[in-house]
């Protein structure tokens, strides 16, 4: 079993790893051409704010829930967003 320092140690390594996927990404992303998005997309893109949930997105844009998580699904192919747990719940970035 991990002692407390280790999985520490364990968290910070992982933390360094995303950060440095992260720039990876965007260097990608930016020698992309620019993805064309729907109106709705645009629209979900603005909720991607580590803030909302896929419920919330639901809410907030009045779409059903498998229409929301279609679109999202295609805005992570675009690499225009990542999804990330916080508190426990799955939120999205962009990116």
Do not use: F, W
């Amino acid at each position: 079993m991990a002692t407390e320092e280790q999985t520490d140690k364990l968290l910070k390594s992982l933390r360094r790893i995303e950060s440095k996927l992260d720039v990876l990404v965007r260097l990608q992303k930016a020698s992309m051409p620019k993805q064309k998005t729907t109106p709705t997309e645009k629209e979900i893109l603005k909720l991607c704010d580590m803030k909302h949930t896929i419920q919330d997105i639901v809410k907030e844009t009045g779409k059903n829930e498998s229409n929301v998580n279609r679109l999202l699904s295609e805005l992570r192919k675009k690499v225009l967003i990542k999804s990330v747990k916080m508190n426990r719940k799955l939120v999205y970035k962009r990116l």
